[in-house]
């Protein structure tokens, strides 16, 4: 972890309906790195066999999150996974239920490279996705990219399905990857 990061929110509050999240954010040093605001369901319950953190499926589902450009999060991935993201810019939307969500997550970068694969990968410049989310699947409805220039784009989506969002914690359902569409 970074030094002198720090949590806030405004207030935070958990119940049986779910964990609240009023403007809450995420500082590293003087910069603000993510910023998130809702309501998750997630329940803590100490006494349940099956794990202290529980997810109810059909408690509302509200989130807004949104990251600041070129944080120290942004290093962070970086570090963990070699993948450098220059002015990336990342929010989500999501809404409905556990077991029934409905939103949208977007990630807008001006560059993306790959500098740790041992095969040298082509750097992604003016990247910009739109992943759709809901009980069915998952469908990136928006994908645009220069690669060496040349621009590209796609559209693709996964079949996702009432299994897929019945336990997230024990995940013991992934997607059929075999039904995507590219």
Sequence with gaps: GQEGQLAHAESLSGGAGG????????????????????????VLEPANSAG????????????????ETNSVLWAE????????LEQ?????????TWSSPEG?????ARQIRFPR??????????VDLAL???????RLTRCRAEIE????????????????WSDPLKRQHWPDWTRGTA
């Excluded at 059909?58 to 989130?63: E, W």
């Excluded at 759709?132 to 998952?138: F, I, N, T």
């Excluded at 220039?149 to 897929?164: I, K, R, S």
């Design 52 to 67: 202290l953190m529980q997810i109810n499926p059909y408690s509302l589902l509200r989130l807004q999150l949104a990251t």
């Design 77 to 84: 991935i970086a570090s963990l996974t070699g993948v450098l």
């Design 132 to 138: 759709q989310v809901d009980q069915h699947g998952a």
């Design 149 to 164: 220039g040349q621009p590209v784009e796609l559209t693709a989506g996964v079949p996702l399905g009432p299994p897929f």
């Design 117 to 126: 694969v041992v095969e040298p990968l082509p750097t992604l410049t003016d």
């Design 104 to 108: 949208g997550i977007t990630l807008k």
């Design 88 to 96: 990336p810019e990342l929010s989500a939307d999501l809404g409905g």
């Design 19 to 42: 964990l609240e999240i009023n403007r809450f954010s995420i500082t590293g040093g003087t910069q603000t790195v993510c910023r998130a605001e809702g309501l998750l369901p997630l």
